[in-house]
């Protein structure tokens, strides 16, 4: 009886011990624990997260680490110390905050507290646009629906101490919060678009950013746009464009197009009656950064001089001249456009030859035409834009179209347009409005230009086909200047503001001078719209056509003109105008035109294969720029994996890709069944393929995917 009772108790004890408290359980609250057993809170002591505003931490923590050793081996705590450089310095340190609040998660009275979601949601959606630059999703371990808990449930913002400091910081500005700090720093390509798209929320009513194609290297053209009614043409609101960074080393205009952005922003929202008079009754496109991969060259270029390891600076400077010139292809932007120019000067002697809307020959196509220069020609071509600046650096000029001689021997010979006047008129409104650029007495970086005010007709500069310029002239309605900034393609920090005071009011004259000559609609008898009329200018041979809606724009200088506009089927409608010389605003003079019959055109020299105007891009060269990455439902793909990185980074082999086959390896137990992969760059050889399969196979064992091999 004796023994029964024994054998009894002790199954009574086996039976009513709590199970053994698998991991990944404790964290979900599904394990009994003992008092001994039970987490206590304890003294910080993770090196990357020494600053976050508490001092006691708990484990196990959210994620299900059971110590601090078990943290600080992890991939997820590896991955938060290389986001910093992996983000070009993005998103810090608010980012490292919010990893430390999941894998060191506070610690009060014994109790675990979790992170605010809407911390996590407002970091997420401010640095979007960064883990896209890289091509990687949200890591798995900030899942704001996952880890993060709502107010109700008693949550704390990680964030509120480096808010507070930030208050104290800006506590000196009495504008509502409107103003913005410029900071005269150079900008990674990351913090460029932050930036932008930053500016765009500050002002959505007025402003937005949208992506005009890619770079090489897969990275966004992203404009700015500043409307009051953004991403719409409005009937009879001219639109303008300003370009920087056509050329990567030549950095200053990206800068100023960055500081323009801001402070349009800032300003609209201060009440500047100039600048909402401005954005009120213009469409303005700012595209920063024509050569992103480019610049990223020159910046490294320029941070290798900076080396006080550096031996051989006289090198250095020399290579700041051209390294990241030219994009990804090593093609020079400003001489890859086609040469219309050379079939104006050997047609123009016909006398039905067009000298506007120039269509791209063929045989152009068949060369090597960069994806950044294909983008801006498709951009041209689909928003009608009037006026134009190119941002450029290495001398203090504004130089104007033709770029290239009427004479292919001669390479400085004066080279005008049809509309030498009217680009004159626009170069002096940049210059003189420039605090140095049309003085005399102004130090020159070579060039003898004093003695034309700072403007000079570009092919009396010097003579080059392909630019851009003369192609914006000859293929559209648009007039674009190149604006070379002054003699160092890459300035020192020091001067970025004192160039933003010389070039501020002279951007913002430039664009005010959209606003000059006559403007109108051409229409039918019925009130519509007629599309791609042309409008003519007696003793100018270079027409304009009117927009979608039959809106037109047309600069001229004060004076006596004769104005006609005619379309195909149509009457031809002329008017004498007189534009004032203290004119304030441009005129507006509208046409109505009569239906007639269309007669044949017998005209010897119009041939269909060189008057094809809406030809473009005919052997689909650029078919792959265009396509949009499609999920696995065929649905276009809007966040990519968090696992994805570049491909020349898995290829090469780095500490980074062991870091990241790490990563991956928890991602896909987590997230997904398979990791996904994708290049962005050309095809690699053979053996950098099969290095980067041999990191993903130990990766993917876990995941219980087995890559392909690749050779």
């Known amino acids: 009886m004796l023994v029964a009772a024994v054998l009894l108790s002790l199954l009574v004890v086996c039976f009513s011990a709590p199970p053994p408290c698998e991991p990944g359980q404790r964290s979900l609250g599904r394990c009994t624990e003992t008092a001994e057993e039970r987490p206590q809170c304890t003294e910080m002591v993770l090196g990357y997260c020494q600053d976050v505003p508490y001092n006691k931490v708990m484990f196990p923590n959210i994620v299900g680490h059971q110590s601090r050793l078990e943290t600080e081996i992890s991939a997820e705590y590896l991955l938060l110390s290389v986001l910093h450089g992996l983000l070009n310095g993005e998103c810090s340190p608010d980012l490292r905050l919010l990893g430390c609040s999941i894998l060191a998660p506070r610690c009060q009275d014994s109790t675990l507290l979790k992170p605010c979601r809407s911390s996590c949601e407002m970091v997420r959606k401010s640095c979007a646009h960064a883990f896209e630059a890289i091509q990687m999703a949200w890591p798995y371990f900030l899942d704001c629906d996952r880890f993060f808990v709502g107010d109700e449930e008693g949550c704390y913002d990680p964030l509120s101490a480096l808010r507070a400091r930030q208050d104290?910081?800006?506590?000196?500005?009495?504008?509502?919060?409107?103003?913005?700090?410029?900071?005269?720093?150079?900008?990674?390509?990351?913090?460029?678009?932050?930036?932008?798209?930053?500016?765009?929320?500050?002002?959505?009513?007025?402003?937005?950013?949208?992506?005009?194609?890619?770079?090489?290297?897969?990275?966004?053209?992203?404009?700015?746009?500043?409307?009051?009614?953004?991403?719409?043409?409005?009937?009879?609101?001219?639109?303008?464009?300003?370009?920087?960074?056509?050329?990567?080393?030549?950095?200053?205009?990206?800068?100023?197009?960055?500081?323009?952005?801001?402070?349009?922003?800032?300003?609209?929202?201060?009440?500047?009656?100039?600048?909402?008079?401005?954005?009120?009754?213009?469409?303005?496109?700012?595209?920063?950064?024509?050569?992103?991969?480019?610049?990223?060259?020159?910046?490294?270029?320029?941070?290798?001089?900076?080396?006080?390891?550096?031996?051989?600076?006289?090198?250095?400077?020399?290579?700041?001249?051209?390294?990241?010139?030219?994009?990804?292809?090593?093609?020079?932007?400003?001489?890859?456009?086609?040469?219309?120019?050379?079939?104006?000067?050997?047609?123009?002697?016909?006398?039905?030859?067009?000298?506007?809307?120039?269509?791209?020959?063929?045989?152009?196509?068949?060369?090597?035409?960069?994806?950044?220069?294909?983008?801006?020609?498709?951009?041209?071509?689909?928003?009608?834009?009037?006026?134009?600046?190119?941002?450029?650096?290495?001398?203090?000029?504004?130089?104007?179209?033709?770029?290239?001689?009427?004479?292919?021997?001669?390479?400085?010979?004066?080279?005008?347009?049809?509309?030498?006047?009217?680009?004159?008129?626009?170069?002096?409104?940049?210059?003189?409005?420039?605090?140095?650029?049309?003085?005399?007495?102004?130090?020159?970086?070579?060039?003898?230009?004093?003695?034309?005010?700072?403007?000079?007709?570009?092919?009396?500069?010097?003579?080059?086909?392909?630019?851009?310029?003369?192609?914006?002239?000859?293929?559209?309605?648009?007039?674009?200047?190149?604006?070379e900034l002054g003699c160092d393609k890459f300035p020192a920090e020091e001067e970025l503001y004192p160039e933003w005071r010389r070039n501020k009011e002279a951007l913002l004259s430039f664009m005010e001078s959209v606003h000059r000559g006559i403007k109108g609609v051409v229409k039918d008898r019925n009130g519509n719209g007629i599309k791609g009329a042309i409008i003519s200018v007696k003793g100018i041979r270079h027409d304009i056509t009117t927009a979608e809606d039959g809106d037109y724009w047309r600069l001229l200088n004060p004076g006596i003109h004769i104005v006609s506009a005619t379309a195909k089927g149509y009457s031809k409608v002329m008017k004498r105008i007189r534009l004032p010389r203290n004119m304030q605003k441009v005129g507006q003079v509208d046409f109505v035109l009569e239906k007639v019959p269309v007669e044949p055109n017998l005209d010897y020299f119009n041939i269909p294969e060189l008057d094809n105007y809406e030809r473009f891009d005919p052997y689909n060269q650029f078919e792959q720029y265009s396509q949009r990455e499609l999920g696995e439902n065929g649905e276009e793909r809007t966040e990519k994996p968090w696992c994805v990185v570049r491909a020349r980074s898995v290829y090469t082999g780095t500490v980074l890709d062991l870091v990241l086959a790490a990563v991956l390896t928890r991602a896909s137990r987590a997230r997904h069944s398979a990791v996904f992969l994708r290049p962005v760059t050309q095809e690699p050889p053979c053996e950098l393929k099969f290095r980067g399969y041999q990191l993903l196979r130990e990766a993917e064992k876990v995941a219980g995917a087995s890559p392909q091999m690749p050779c």
């Open 168 to 483: 104290v910081t800006f506590s000196s500005l009495s504008d509502g919060g409107h103003a913005t700090i410029l900071q005269f720093t150079y900008h990674s390509n990351a913090q460029m678009f932050n930036i932008l798209k930053k500016t765009a929320a500050k002002c959505p009513h007025i402003s937005q950013t949208y992506s005009i194609g890619r770079s090489v290297e897969g990275k966004d053209l992203l404009v700015i746009e500043f409307s009051d009614n953004p991403g719409q043409h409005e009937l009879l609101e001219p639109e303008i464009k300003l370009i920087g960074n056509m050329h990567g080393n030549e950095v200053l205009g990206r800068q100023l197009l960055i500081y323009l952005a801001q402070y349009l922003c800032s300003e609209y929202l201060l009440g500047n009656e100039r600048i909402q008079t401005l954005i009120n009754n213009t469409r303005i496109h700012l595209l920063p950064s024509m050569n992103p991969d480019g610049y990223e060259l020159a910046a490294s270029e320029v941070a290798d001089s900076q080396d006080p390891e550096n031996t051989n600076q006289e090198g250095h400077i020399y290579n700041g001249w051209t390294s990241g010139r030219a994009n990804a292809q090593n093609i020079d932007l400003n001489r890859n456009f086609p040469d219309l120019t050379s079939i104006y000067y050997n047609r123009r002697r016909f006398r039905h030859f067009r000298s506007d809307h120039i269509p791209i020959p063929d045989s152009y196509w068949v060369n090597k035409v960069a994806p950044e220069t294909y983008a801006v020609m498709k951009w041209i071509r689909t928003i009608p834009f009037v006026i134009s600046a190119s941002l450029h650096g290495g001398e203090l000029v504004i130089s104007y179209p033709f770029d290239f001689s009427r004479h292919p021997e001669e390479e400085k010979m004066f080279s005008p347009t049809p509309d030498e006047q009217i680009f004159k008129q626009l170069a002096r409104t940049y210059a003189d409005a420039h605090t140095t650029m049309s003085n005399n007495d102004t130090d020159r970086c070579g060039a003898t230009f004093a003695s034309k005010g700072g403007i000079i007709n570009g092919a009396l500069w010097y003579s080059f086909a392909g630019g851009m310029s003369d192609f914006n002239y000859l293929h559209s309605n648009c007039l674009e200047l190149t604006v």
